[in-house]
């Protein structure tokens, strides 16, 4: 096993930038995607007929067909139909329609929409109708009771899901080295073209993702810890307190 | 120029088609043997032996945090070279050659495993106990206490998970088209690249994959439906 490439700066600069691409667009696309399946899931249960159907038909393409071939139809498919437009190569957007970024953000954010958008419906439908009644009766405008009670009430519900989801979505990361992005595995690819090597970056790249999940799964579960609503539910007894023994008072 | 222009969909219909049941017969036959993998895995996990129970929950554990995409790099490019020290070490010469699809179904059967040993696992845990220890104490052979009570007994709670790896595993079998190897999406990448139509061709290879994905959780509804014939209905306990 060879693995003297790793004490080379250039490599050393090229698994960073490759590191923090890989990061950036988990974050960004999470955010988004997040976003997103609120408004799909919202869509779904209180939109107007067209918009449901729509929800709910990007819902099942994005959740019916591979991540990669998506990925392709995106970058390849719209990306050249794009290109075909007349004067879009000189307007000031072709900077990021010719950027594999826009597009792998794009994809993942739809993605990540359609899967926890799924998940969210099915929280925010099994939310008691009462608690936003009573969310009413208090004098909460519709607005109010969805931010206030209805959506962190079906977050708690779904939250160890949605989390799921984001381990899902870092290991679909790679996927992006196939519209030449510079992810983790793109360097990797590179390092081993150029060094002769068939498997040893591969590996260390294997081990920087399982550190990677790792260390998500870590933070994420801080994150459930910590959501509102736990930590009392914990302290009383209720059906949370498996996940943190309640605090010495 | 022309001659790209002409080139359309009906001269690739036929072998995209062939990819279709490349894709299907890849999925099959790495479906069977994770089914297997899952089976052995969750017995493993089981198991009263320490070692075998380290050595599954390694497997299912490390395999489940490492994406798909590098994992089938890795055994496609690191597999065969493994596979030929270790011939070499037991003395048999030569290297060993691996053809495409039997590298393609490898791959996607070892980490189907995986995610199978889980599911299994869980569902076994949910048979209870007392079901199993009244098979002992009638003095069933092992193999018979699988085949009648566990196996029946789990089929229920594994099958929702197994739906889901089966719709995960045709959509990874697009993963395998970047090792190069000719199913559905790579003969649909050499047509896009041929003939330009990029948008066409990659619609077609999405409506494809949603045809399989669709047909199958159709059929696994009514494969639930099957197995779970004789329970309570709880939705209309509820209603």
Do not use: H
């Amino acid at each position: 096993m060879d693995f003297s490439w790793l004490s080379d700066p250039y490599y050393q600069e090229s698994l960073w930038t490759g590191l923090i691409n890989t990061l950036v667009l988990l974050v960004v696309s999470a955010v988004l995607g997040f976003t997103l399946a609120v408004g799909m899931a919202m869509a779904r249960i209180k939109g107007p007929r067209p918009l449901a159907w729509l929800a709910s038909g990007v819902s099942i393409v994005m959740r019916g067909t591979p991540l990669l071939v998506q990925l392709f139809f995106f970058y390849y498919g719209i990306g050249r139909l794009l290109e075909g437009i007349p004067g879009i190569r000189e307007s000031m957007f072709w900077g990021i329609l010719r950027d594999p970024f826009f597009y792998a953000t794009l994809t993942f954010t739809l993605s990540v929409g359609a899967y926890s958008g799924e998940v969210l419906r099915g929280a925010l439908l099994s939310v008691p109708p009462g608690e936003r009644e009573a969310g009413r009766a208090f004098g909460m405008g519709p607005f109010q009771v969805f931010s206030r009670l209805w959506l962190p009430r079906a977050i708690q519900l779904c939250l160890p899901t949605l989390t799921g989801e984001m381990i899902l979505l870092l290991k679909s990361v790679p996927l992006v080295s196939t519209i030449a992005m510079m992810d983790l595995l793109q360097v990797a690819n590179i390092i081993r073209d150029e060094n002769f090597l068939t498997y040893e970056p591969l590996l260390f790249i294997g081990a920087i993702y399982l550190v990677l999940t790792i260390l998500l799964t870590l933070c994420l579960r801080q994150v459930e810890l910590n959501f509102p609503g736990v930590r009392a539910q914990a302290r009383s007894g209720g059906w949370l307190s498996r996940m943190r023994q309640p605090r010495p008072a | 120029m022309s001659q790209f222009a002409q080139e359309g969909l009906a001269d690739w219909a036929a072998p995209i088609l062939a990819g279709a049941v490349t894709t299907l017969q890849i999925a099959f036959a790495a479906y069977a043997i994770g089914l297997l993998l899952g089976l052995v895995g969750a017995a493993s996990r089981l198991s009263p032996w320490a070692p075998l129970r380290a050595l599954a929950t390694s497997y299912s554990t490390a395999v489940r945090a490492v994406p798909e995409l590098l994992l089938i790099i890795l055994l496609y490019y690191g597999g065969s070279q493994a596979l030929t020290a270790l011939m070499n070490a037991l003395g048999v010469a030569g290297k060993v050659e691996i053809s495409g699809f039997v590298t393609a179904v490898g791959v996607l059967a070892f980490v189907q495993g995986a995610y199978m040993t889980e599911v299994f696992r869980g569902a076994i845990l949910a048979i209870p106990k007392g079901q199993l220890e009244a098979a002992d104490a009638y003095g069933f052979s092992p193999m018979a206490r699988f085949r009648y009570i566990t196996l029946p007994g789990m089929l229920p709670n594994a099958l929702p998970g197994m739906s889901n790896l089966w719709l995960i595993l045709i959509k990874d079998t697009a993963l395998i088209s970047v090792i190069g190897f000719s199913e559905l999406f790579f003969t649909v990448q050499q047509a896009a690249a041929s003939s330009r139509a990029y948008f066409l061709f990659y619609s077609v290879a999405g409506l494809l994959y949603l045809l399989m994905t669709l047909t199958s959780s159709a059929a696994f509804s009514r494969l639930e439906r099957y197995v779970r014939r004789g329970e309570p209905d709880i939705s209309a306990q509820e209603a």
